[in-house]
């Protein structure tokens, strides 16, 4: 498998912290959680850890995640000597707004997608960063990314992830064609189970 990874990080605070969205760039990094395809391996990072994390992503080839090009990469980006902006992304959110029109929840799309739920939210993240539960915050934040990866990976094999709609009074799950593959420049000959954690 190419040197895809699966990334998904988390804060030491909130938007209400550094005066709104728009200051995105001064949140802080708690943890940055990695599923790495040619390591077959799930990784975490601390801000002292940014240094292997950026030999890690001198090797990769795609970066795959949820919201990524708007919230996770600009956060990085100040720990990082690299320039980001040339390792490819497929960012899930970024598909979906693109053909939808508007922003779904990662939960959302987990549960009509996959049948799971999060385990936990970004405030409840950052709790955990605040009261020194590390290893609670490094769960999380790898059960992110391993729903993440679920999520892509069965794009990837059945060209299609599920949401509730929006378009009607009520709700009801809506089917989004997606073409992943086209990002990937693999093919998943498998059969496609979804992992357990």
Known sequence: ???HIVLDIETQNLFSDVGGKENLTKLLLSVAG????????FLTFSEKEMPAFENLLKKTDLIIGFNIDHFDLPVLRKYLSIDLTKIPTLDIMKEVVDTMGHRVSLDDICVNTLGKKKTANGFLAVDYWRQGRIDELKK????DVRLTRDVYEYGLKKGEIKFTARDANLPYIKTMRVNFAKYAGIKITTAWTPSLF
């Open 34 to 41: 990695v599923y790495s395809y040619a390591d077959n391996k």
């Open 1 to 3: 498998m190419a040197n």
């Open 140 to 143: 999380y934040c790898l059960s």
